[in-house]
């Protein structure tokens, strides 16, 4: 049974994100499991050079401290994920809950947290600040591959921070410009988080459970707390819809394989070429 309820769409019109239980099954979460800590392990024994780019994302890049691996841009290097992309439900709830006519598979992340180290938390942020894309429908598509319960590293929200008319200038992007038109200082989604009363909102999670978080949804994960040996294992995936444009400012992440490409068009959707529908309404 298709797992996305008219419930759903509704919180994350509201919120800014949901969560959408039992999305997966315990096959796929074992596959893209296996998936990830093969990929870790080969970066960790013969290094990230091994791996080669592609057309539409940065080339593969680990990061492996204080308990916690960040692993970007694996997807296009473990077939198990393409699999994914291509024969699960997830083009499918992604377009249904963000409300979409189409949507197509951008970039990936996948966050390994192990022992109980601080570093095992995700500072606050928002996903959007260093997009070279503008729209709305640009979700973070985040899975448990683990049991995520409150002891484990959940995802927190700021709920209703979605709205904001504005990014803001993320210490990831340049620091060397003035704040451009339409951005606000770092500072204030920080003490928009730590202000009295904030409406923040924690996620706990069952291995296979999906949530979408909006672009401009303010979050973070708790470090891991639990006493009990194991791990917090998920990945994220980041979607284009059918409002997003392609026009990267001073601050968006570069992506020179994009940057250069003549198909790449500024103020146009991304060309079918490079990102291939996979999903439509």
Partial sequence: MFPVTEEHVRTYA??????VPGAFSTEWVERLAGAIDRIVARVRREGVEVFAGSTTQNPLSMDDRDGAVVLRNLMHHAPEFDEWLRHSEAARIVGTVIGADHVRFWMDASFLKEGHHSGTATPWHND????????EHMPSFWVALTDVPEDNAPMRTLTGSHRDPFRYHSPLS??????????RPWAELLARVEAQGAPIRVWPA????AMLIHPKTIHSSLPRRSAAPGRRLA????????????????????IPSLDNHPLMRRGCPPPEELFPVLWSR
């Avoid at 340049?174 to 951005?183: A, F, K, N, S």
């Avoid at 069952?206 to 459970?209: K, N, Q, S, V």
Wanted: charged share 25%.
């Fill in 206 to 209: 069952r291995a296979g459970d």
């Fill in 235 to 254: 990945f994220t995936t980041r979607w284009l819809g059918s409002d997003v444009t392609w026009d990267p400012d001073d601050l968006a992440v570069r």
């Fill in 14 to 19: 509201e919120e800014g994100a949901v969560l």
């Fill in 128 to 135: 959007v600040c260093t997009f070279p894309f503008w729209g």
């Fill in 174 to 183: 340049r620091q060397d410009i003035p704040t451009p038109r339409g951005y």
